[in-house]
């Protein structure tokens, strides 16, 4: 099988050298991405397009790489094609009529040609012959030029002509890292993924920072959807996910700040602390998912005071998104699910917050903190690397993994719909499926004198999972291992 895919319009209208260093480093990019699938795969750079070939027509093996492609920032969109040798228009009408005729039964359709190259017929003249070709031999179809139900696309390149498949959009953007690295100040919350995920489709190296509010199983959460949008869109290259334990500055707020100057404080203290995080993974900019008057420190005139905090670059992608927006963006990208079961952490909750915050006011109330405690938390923060989260998830110990008896336990297929159906789980146990993002909810409506397996794919939302559902005391669930 072979897939066509396009670079992004933005890379094609760049300089000569400019789209090259695209190129190649998607190229590469695809190269790490889709190798694991399968031994056969190649992929090669072609100046205008970039082929993807592996060898037989597994179905499943089609349907990972699609899945794979569709996820990959710099790619515009692709498709699969079949080609064979430039013939003459009757042996390639009996090519175009085995792969469409059946397609086109009582559909409308609409044959394209596009040529590159010195050849003695025109587009026009195939067109036409195949038209009439498939007309003959689809019963019921019709051509129709305008809106037509089908596009049967074939295009002729030199002396090879390939027919073209469906057509899948990519994510468009640039690859990574073509542009310089940033880092998300991630809460585990529909703003802050969607955030980041807007930063890593444009081509950047997005790190982590999440400031910890909440205990470990807060974090637990937060770094299952950092670990989930760099495996889905960003693990081409690795990443730091940075936790910095902000309880000790939270109660240094509440101690000896007024009120009403809390939030802005604290977003402060905040970019503070990622300043120095940013300065460590060899961040330009600090990423938030703030967006204007969703919430009181976030008035034009209160993140004007808080951007003042630091010299660092502070970016707002959804600055002018309204919320509907981005919990639907959320929801296209993967994260609303598991963004929707992270409960808010504010750390500081003013009775009457300021939205005009002054900032000789604020600087009054910072002086009263103590001045070494943001150095202190950040020197103590811990760094991991996406694979450290995933092997740490897999080597979880005691009651994460195991029950000191399984015999007779209930397997959860804790993945989403879609992979169950295409991988269905059978195995001689009851098996029953809840979503990874409905467990937390409906894991107390199951029989808790029965004891639970979870099950996913490659084992790493399942220790989390376990793990969070073991902090909240349920002592019944491990981790299905297999037999």
Same mark, same amino acid.
């Given at each position: ?286 990423? *938030?998912?703030?967006?204007?008057? @969703? &919430?009181? #420190? ?5 993140? %004007?005071?808080?951007? =003042? /905090? ?65 150095? *202190?938390?950040?020197?103590?923060? @811990? &760094?991991? #690397? ?5 092997? %740490?998830?897999?080597? =979880? /110990? ?71 559902? @073991? ?13």
């Amino acid at each position: 099988m072979q897939f066509v895919v396009r670079l992004h319009a933005e890379i094609t209208i760049k300089s000569r050298s400019v789209r090259k260093r695209h190129g190649k480093v998607l190229t590469n990019n695809l190269k790490k991405l889709l190798r694991p699938l399968d031994d056969s795969l190649y992929v090669k750079w072609l100046w205008d397009r970039i082929a993807v070939t592996a060898d037989g027509n597994d179905p499943q093996l089609r349907a990972a790489i699609i899945e794979r492609l569709q996820c990959v920032p710099g790619v515009s969109w692709f498709t699969e094609v079949i080609e064979q040798p430039v013939s003459d228009f009757a042996t390639l009408a009996d090519w175009v009529c085995d792969h469409w005729a059946e397609k086109l039964v009582n559909k409308s359709f609409a044959v394209r040609v596009k040529r590159k190259g010195h050849h003695d017929f025109s587009s026009q003249d195939l067109q036409r012959y195949l038209g009439g070709a498939l007309l003959r031999n689809a019963q019921g179809s019709s051509v129709k030029l305008k809106d037509p139900e089908v596009d049967v696309s074939i295009q002729v390149t030199d002396k090879v002509v390939h027919i073209l498949g469906d057509r899948y959009q990519g994510l468009g953007g640039f690859p990574i890292p073509t542009q310089e690295t940033v880092l998300s100040l991630m809460s585990g919350g529909f703003d802050s993924s969607v955030a980041s995920f807007e930063f890593i489709r444009r081509g950047a190296r997005t790190h982590f920072c999440f400031f910890n509010l909440g205990g470990d199983a807060h974090e637990v959460a937060v770094r299952q959807i950092a670990y989930f949008l760099w495996q889905k869109y960003s693990a081409s290259h690795p990443i730091k996910f940075v936790s910095v334990d902000f309880g000790p500055v939270v109660e240094d707020i509440l101690q000896h700040v007024d009120n009403g100057q809390m939030g802005v404080v604290l977003k402060r203290q905040m970019l503070r602390a990622a300043s120095k995080v940013a300065r460590f993974t060899k961040a330009r900019a600090l990423v *938030t998912g703030e967006a204007m008057g @969703q &919430v009181s #420190s976030q008035t034009l005139a209160n993140l %004007q005071v808080i951007d =003042q /905090a630091t010299d660092t670059l502070v970016l707002r992608p959804l600055i002018t998104m309204d919320k509907q927006d981005i919990v639907d963006r959320a929801k296209q990208i993967g994260t609303e699910a598991l963004a929707k079961s992270i409960p808010e952490y504010c750390g500081v909750i003013s009775n009457k917050p300021t939205v005009m915050a002054q900032p000789e006011v604020v600087a009054q109330e910072e002086a009263k903190l103590d001045p070494e405690l943001i150095d *202190t938390v950040v020197r103590a923060a @811990q &760094v991991l #690397s996406m694979e450290e989260i995933g092997e %740490q998830a897999k080597q =979880q /110990a005691g009651t994460v993994t195991r029950l000191e008896d399984s015999e007779g336990a209930v397997v959860i297929d804790i993945r989403a719909p879609e992979e169950e159906d295409e991988a269905p789980l059978e195995i001689d146990r009851e098996v029953v499926c809840i979503p990874f993002y409905q467990l937390a909810r409906k894991f107390a409506e199951l029989d808790q004198q029965q004891r639970y397996l979870l099950y996913c794919q490659q084992g790493v939302m399942s220790r989390m999972q376990a793990l969070l559902l @073991q902090e909240e005391g349920y002592t019944n669930v491990a981790v299905y291992e297999g037999e």
